[in-house]
């Protein structure tokens, strides 16, 4: 899905998140982890991107992983807001999405995946300087809510709703305008339509 490019670039940026998150975890019995949510954050976080804007890309890619056909980012100075259909996650999976990424390694399915995806996704977005982090995702009569407002403690909830899909919001203290910057450059042989800013952006290819 993301572009190779030069000597270091966002594709190996991730890859060596991940690696080092797998040997970093500590099994309690194979497929899990012992670690509470605040912690496993805290390992995931010691562990960054050399760049969190990159934290869009794992958002794409978590996207994908969950049978998305189209996603859409509206990016601003100050906040990105993705958007995306497909298996929406629930409050259950979002309540166990660190302990899913320090067991990356051992995902054997695209949900597992998407989820270790997205806990990576959002701890790399806690880099920035940010004001709220927020998921919500449902399927129509239930949605599944991860906030984070600090210094509150995050707050995980389920509730009727008639969301259908995930969106995903980041608001920032400052103009950091990188995950645009992501988006064109890596993402434009995504295999599902993406639109940017009302630009679309994949697929690139005139034909399927």
């Not at 600090?150 to 990188?178: F, K």
Request: proline share 7%.
């Amino acid at each position: 899905m993301m572009k190779p490019s030069g000597r270091r670039g966002a594709k190996q940026d991730v890859d060596d998140l991940i690696a080092g998150l797998a040997r970093d975890g500590s099994l309690a019995e194979p497929g899990t982890f012992t670690l509470e949510r605040g912690r496993a954050r805290e390992l995931i976080a010691s562990r960054q991107l050399s760049d969190p804007t990159r934290w869009i890309l794992l958002a794409v890619q978590a996207a994908v992983l969950r049978g998305a056909t189209r996603i859409t980012a509206l990016i601003t100075d100050r906040s990105v807001d993705l958007a995306f259909d497909g298996l929406p996650f629930s409050a259950a999976e979002l309540d166990r999405l660190y302990d899913e990424a320090l067991a990356s390694s051992l995902a054997t399915t695209d949900a597992a995946r998407a989820r270790s995806k997205l806990a990576l996704a959002l701890t790399s977005a806690r880099a920035l300087d940010w004001s709220e982090i927020r998921v919500d995702s449902g399927d129509g009569t239930q949605v599944g809510r991860l906030l984070s407002l600090p210094p509150d403690p995050e707050v995980i909830a389920s509730a009727p709703g008639p969301l259908v899909g995930t969106r995903l919001r980041v608001v920032r203290n400052h103009q950091e305008p990188g995950e645009l910057a992501a988006l064109r450059s890596r993402c434009r042989h995504a295999p599902v339509e993406l639109v940017a800013n009302d630009a679309t952006l994949a697929p690139t290819d005139p034909f399927p």
